[in-house]
């Protein structure tokens, strides 16, 4: 099976780090009214319930530029809030209490210090986000450069503090690499008693999802631990002043960041990957959190696909180890696995993924801490509906090391995929269809006046008797009986599975002696038939049934053929025909169905195989094809299967069909639970 991959977008995606999700510029410039809207929606955060339905909480991880986690994530907004109300939105991100509860107070928020006057900057965790110079400390070629323009002593002075300099510079910045690896890996020290992080937008609006509930979408940075995610908003009017407020929380744990050895983020499954021209600001970053660079993810609402739809899958790759270019040298197998009554089974395997300085851009570089993000697409519409598992497997060349995760999704049923799947009808042409007593003793009845001689009377009895090998035995009979007699022992060496070849030659040889010619092409057909020959067997129970040989035993045949043919039209009008002329032989009413359900003639279909089905009820071709009907309707959206009395017709024909082992029963189960599930709730 096989995935394609937007090069272009890739090359995007690989250049461009994640911007952090709360960094901003500068402080910024609210209205009165705007800070007392955010100013509820803090104060609400306080009240936010947590949010328990799994459906409506989506969160994954990738890597930050500072080497934190960088968390997307969406959660279902209350049905009260629409896309076209504006809010002023705050997020924040609550450490859990300890066990047993800490005597420290709880974390400030900076977002509500600030609001009440009391700090200058809402945000101040952003400093450590960004490249500084810590207070006090004078950058080189300032005034220690300057001190003196001569003087080996002096020179020699500056040169010496300038290497004290540099190396408590190195030093620091070594401790507080040590420091910050020990945060991320869980063990560093205590935390600032402020919120880990907070952030606010005054023009946000939910997301809204064609045919789903409208959600959040935000994203936010932080090291590990447990916390509680609080999302908070006050609906605002024309004026920015706050209306009605709300909040929720979600409970999460982030995991130690591992910080060397090959690593994989979050598998995002996606229903669209695609390349953006322009690159969001730092502030419009936390309302598009699945936008990595110039990529932009739209995550799928849920992990259900159908064969119609396309799998899109993004991940992070983490430490890989840099060639001495800067390159990685990093390959990804792709498999997927489908689960069976038995256990898994591989559904195929994609095509593999190399990220190398053959597949990179010329200036990419994990030396100046480009990003690895790895994305792929593949078709759905070879797979059969069910649940899988998509097993990543990374190897990092350059390091020997590797890396695996995984995914699980399902492919669910479409109508038409469901209308799809159901088994062509056919009529199979088999030498004992003609032995049938409903068709053999009719065939030999025609043959009756021409054999009453003493010298064929037996022979018709023995054929009677089915007794084929005393049939075939030689016997005397006059020169104008002589064409019969080969006939019968023609019908003999049919019955006992002579060749087809065989079988023809001796019918020419009786229409050379006189037989009937009725009979003749009759048999005849059969015969080629046998071969697969189905045009010209038409041909011959055509020409049977001009010679004068029964519609009722030609008809049957000649419309069966014809559904082999695939002329569904034609096989239909040759059963109709047959059936408003008297014949009763179920095959023909099979047909016609058949070729009315071809047309989308339902209804008729229906009517036909109602009316047998009253007088034959154990006919579980017909069963079946009452179901066919009755889903086919339904999924087209007319009667009689879209209307209430067709659904619980399409119920009961489901009872019936499986109650007697119906080859295709597990399909009619099937059927009938995408129609439960499509009925529309019932008002008490």
Known sequence: MACSIARALLVAALLASPTLASAQAKAPNLSKSQKQALLAAVTAARDAVRLTPDDDWQMHLLRASDGSHYVAFTMG????LTPDERLVLYVRLEPKPSEPPSTSPPPRSTVEEWLRGERGDPLPMRAARVVTVPSGELPMGGTAATMTRDGSGQNSAVLALMERRQQKAREEAEARERARREALEGKGGAAPNVMPFEDFDVQARVLARPGRSAVFQRALTAGP?????????AVVDGRDRPTRTGALRQSVSLPPVQTTGLALGSVILADAIRARAELYTAEQQTAHPYAIGGTEIDPAPDHAFTNDERLSVAFQVFNAAPSPAGKPDVGIALRLYRRTDGGEALAASLAPLEYNENTLPPDFSLLQGHPLLAAFAAPLRTLPRGEYRLAIAATDRVARTSATTEARFRIT???AALLASAPAFTAPFARARLLDTAVFDPALDALAPLATSPGLAPLLSLARQHRFVDLMADTKVTETERGTAILLQSLAAYALGDTPRAIGVRLGQARAAGAPDGATQFWLGATLALEGRDADAVQAWQAAGAAGWPPALAAPPIAEAQIRLGQFEDAGRTARGALDAGAVDPS??????????????FARAVDALTSHLSVAPGDAEA?????HALFASFVGGEAPGATPEGRARLDDAVDRYVAAGGRHRALAEEWRAFVTASEPATVP
Not at 225 to 233: C, E, S
Request: aromatic share 8%; net charge neutral; proline share 11%.
């Open 77 to 80: 907004a209350p049905p009260n």
């Open 225 to 233: 631990g447990d916390y509680d995610v609080v999302v908070a908003w």
């Open 413 to 415: 049923p479409t109508p």
């Open 588 to 601: 023909l009413v099979r047909v016609a169905a058949a070729a009315d359900i071809a047309a989308r003639r």
């Open 623 to 627: 069963q079946w094809m009452l179901i």
